[in-house]
């Protein structure tokens, strides 16, 4: 059923959850952190050093623009 379900919804899924699918497919083993605040980016940090996947999300445009061109691995989208 949760098959049949996502297979249905493809058409209406948001540009946002196309591009989180496509640049995340690859990951396996991963942290998903909630926001790109001081914290966030602190454990972002973190994991880069120690080699662990990750993969951020914000609800803020600007920030995850900002947080792109310094690298980090940050999408779109409210985690709530």
């Known amino acids: 059923l949760g ?3 996502a297979e249905d919804n493809t058409e209406t ?3 946002y ?4 699918e ?3 497919r690859d990951l396996i083993n991963h942290v998903i952190i909630a926001g790109c ?3 966030g ?3 972002a940090r973190v994991l880069r050093a120690e080699g662990i996947n990750y993969v951020a999300i914000d ?3 600007e920030v995850v623009k900002g947080e792109k061109k310094n690298g980090f ?3 779109e989208g409210d985690i709530s």
């Open 13 to 15: 899924t948001s540009p």
């Open 17 to 20: 959850l196309k591009a989180l």
């Open 41 to 43: 980016k602190m454990v």
């Open 37 to 39: 605040g001081k914290v």
């Open 3 to 5: 098959q049949r379900l």
């Open 73 to 75: 691995s940050v999408f």
């Open 59 to 61: 609800i803020n445009s």
């Open 22 to 24: 496509l640049d995340t």
